[in-house]
């Protein structure tokens, strides 16, 4: 095993010896070796025990067990294997010296497993003032070239335009496995790009344990909460996702358990409390959905009132956008929008119909919410309030556009690329505003994506002739490959159609030749290749109910004019699944030439935190 570590980083050590029970890897008579040890040692040096090496109380042994499938053969006879469990927990502790350490992990009388540890560089000058992370959720290249040919128009397969992403000066590749997998989901692989530490699915700020408690795994320190200790600096989370989602909770979350919805909101605000650890007192601004972890009902945190928590702990709290454009810069702000997840870029601005009849109001009223920010409203009132607040101490910022993985998800790729487009948009508006109020110069700004999906486009689509066909191989015939597949029709401006929604989005979602696009997992759907007017897309139903376990099969009520697409994934799959993809990395401003290149994602941490002279040589602050 070979870890990183930034130097100074705090985080937690939980050393297991399992025992087995029954199964094939039965051992022991299935009793742990309670009498293990750990020792430490840098380079070459000799090893101390573990609590001599961080000046820590030997920490009291734990016992447990747990239970697992080995296979799927076990799984479907229902045989569970039983692990007996030994451990200890060494928390808070720092490696401040960089270069190698290797910790050994010594049991049943001359077994021993080994860790290797690298302490990088230590990085203690500041070349940036602030930071601006922007991530498109499950964004892939093929997505940006794909959101680039529906709202640019080219002349002889030349762009007359690009997006502002196509313009940064740096370009590189994050590889995104995670740490016990090389598919990974949207928690862990936040978790790599706060923390510099991969862990597994569903995890966030920790490495997972076997223990019955999901929020006592060894934990890592991530970026803000470095980045709050050593510089005091002013922190934004901004998403289109419920706040609590993966991955704008993962920046001040620590847990194996994602779904954990109201615990982590009380973590933001007030950090870590069940074990000593840094300490953290919520972000200057969190915007987002997710209003039914906020007002006080089963879905909260012990049934409490999070309006009430965050405002007592000094946040004005918006529930629209005319309120939050309207608060004091000054104050730290909550901005809580609707329930779940934001309605994406499509709905709000051109089939506006679809936010009717929603229930979404973030009051729990159960009204409709219809006064909704867009991401560049949250990302341009958090810089001000960030900018305001922290004028000297500079801030970061991390802006989402989550519903481009969660659009992606359900096959619903309009709504998926209008997003991209959304987060582009926004990016242009972000540099133009960090500009207007001086601090361009002082700011890094990162755009990348946490993951990818299996999509690309492969021709365009006659919906009118595949739509006139009367069976499922004469439809396919609609389809358009090579040359046959035509030029971008969603830049052709056509005088009855008008939306108003500028020069970076498509002047006709509804053109007769759209793109033939899909995924390449799948579950079983309908295609006709045309834009979902009335409302995001449900592409599988459940045939038997439930009462059976999942089937999923193409939903007689969505694209009932297509054609249909046998699915890739298991019956028990609804939406597409995430891809092994690598993804982009764009980035600007001081330290720029740091994300070039193709590297893992846990790089992104570090080259933040080298930038931001995060690597310490003691526990002192500044």
């Not at 901004?238 to 704008?248: E, L, N, Q, R, Y």
């Not at 051109?350 to 009223?365: E, F, H, I, M, W």
């Not at 109020?437 to 009118?464: C, K, P, R, W, Y």
Request: with cysteine; net charge negative; glycine share 8%.
């Amino acid at each position: 095993m070979r870890t990183d570590f930034l130097a100074g980083q705090y985080f937690d050590i939980r050393v297991e010896v399992h025992a087995p029970t029954n199964g094939s890897e039965a051992a022991h008579d299935g009793t742990p070796d309670e009498q293990f040890t750990l020792d430490i040692a840098k380079g070459s040096s000799t090893g101390q025990s573990a609590s001599n090496f961080f000046k820590l109380e030997e920490p009291e042994l734990e016992t447990w067990n747990f239970s697992w499938y080995e296979d799927l053969f076990a799984k479907d006879d229902d045989r569970p294997s039983v692990v007996n469990v030994a451990a200890k927990a060494y928390r808070r502790v720092a490696l401040y010296e960089p270069g190698d350490y290797t910790a050994t992990l010594s049991y049943y009388n001359g077994s021993t497993t080994t860790a290797n540890w690298l302490v990088r560089p230590l990085a203690e000058e500041r070349r940036a003032k602030n930071v601006v992370l922007f991530i498109g959720d499950g964004m892939t290249t093929n997505m940006i070239t794909a959101a680039r040919l529906i709202a640019h128009r080219s002349v002889n397969g030349r762009y007359l335009s690009r997006l502002m992403m196509d313009q940064f000066p740096v370009l590189g590749h994050q590889m995104t496995h995670s740490l016990d997998s090389f598919l990974t989901d949207s928690a862990n692989s936040a978790s790599a790009l706060y923390s510099g530490h991969k862990s597994s699915v569903n995890a966030m700020g920790v490495y997972a344990d076997s223990s019955p408690d999901f929020f006592d795994d060894p934990k890592v320190e991530t970026i803000v909460e470095i980045l709050s200790r050593i510089w005091g600096a002013a922190i934004g989370v901004v998403s289109t996702a419920f706040i609590a989602d993966a991955t704008p909770i993962a920046l001040t979350g620590h847990t194996r358990q994602r779904a954990a919805y109201g615990s982590l909101i009380d973590q933001a605000l007030h950090g870590v409390t069940n074990y000593t650890w840094t300490n953290f007192t919520g972000p200057d601004v969190f915007f987002g959905g997710g209003a039914e972890q906020f007002y006080p009902g089963r879905t909260s945190y012990q049934g409490k009132d999070y309006y009430e928590e965050f405002a007592a702990a000094g946040y004005t709290i918006s529930l629209n956008k005319t309120s939050m454009l309207t608060v004091s810069n000054a104050s730290k702000a909550l901005g809580i929008f609707c329930t779940s997840n934001l309605p994406v870029w499509l709905d709000r601005n051109v089939y506006t119909d679809n936010l009717r009849d929603q229930k979404n109001a973030p009051d729990g009223s159960e009204e409709d919410a219809l006064d909704l920010p867009g991401l560049k409203e949250m990302t341009m009132k958090a810089i001000d309030v960030l900018h305001a607040r922290s004028p000297e101490k500079g801030f970061f910022l991390m802006s989402e556009a989550a519903s481009v993985d969660k659009q992606m998800h359900t096959l619903d790729y309009d709504r998926a690329l209008a997003d991209l487009l959304e987060l582009d948009d926004t990016i242009n508006a972000t540099i133009a505003h960090l500009d207007a109020i001086g601090e361009l110069n002082n700011t890094l700004i990162v755009v990348t994506a946490d993951h990818g999906h299996g999509f690309d486009v492969f021709g365009s689509a006659d919906t009118q002739y595949l739509s006139a066909q009367s069976t499922y191989r004469k439809k396919r015939d609609a389809i358009g490959t090579y040359q046959n597949s035509g030029l971008s029709q969603y830049t052709v401006t056509n005088s009855s159609i008008t939306y108003n929604t500028g020069v970076n989005f498509p002047v006709n979602w509804e053109p007769r030749y759209t793109l033939a696009e899909g995924l390449g997992a799948n579950p079983d759907h309908r295609e006709n290749y045309k834009v979902h007017k009335d409302g995001p897309r449900t592409p599988a139903a459940n045939i038997t109910g439930g009462e059976d376990g999942d089937d999923f099969y193409a939903s007689p009520d969505d694209v009932e004019d297509g054609f249909l697409v046998n699915g890739t994934l298991p019956a028990e799959n609804d939406q597409g699944v995430h891809s092994l993809t690598d993804v982009p990395v764009f980035a600007m401003g001081p330290c720029q030439e740091l994300f070039g290149g193709v590297y893992d994602n846990t790089d992104i941490f570090f080259n933040i935190a080298t930038c931001l002279g995060l690597g310490r040589r003691d526990n002192s602050t500044d």
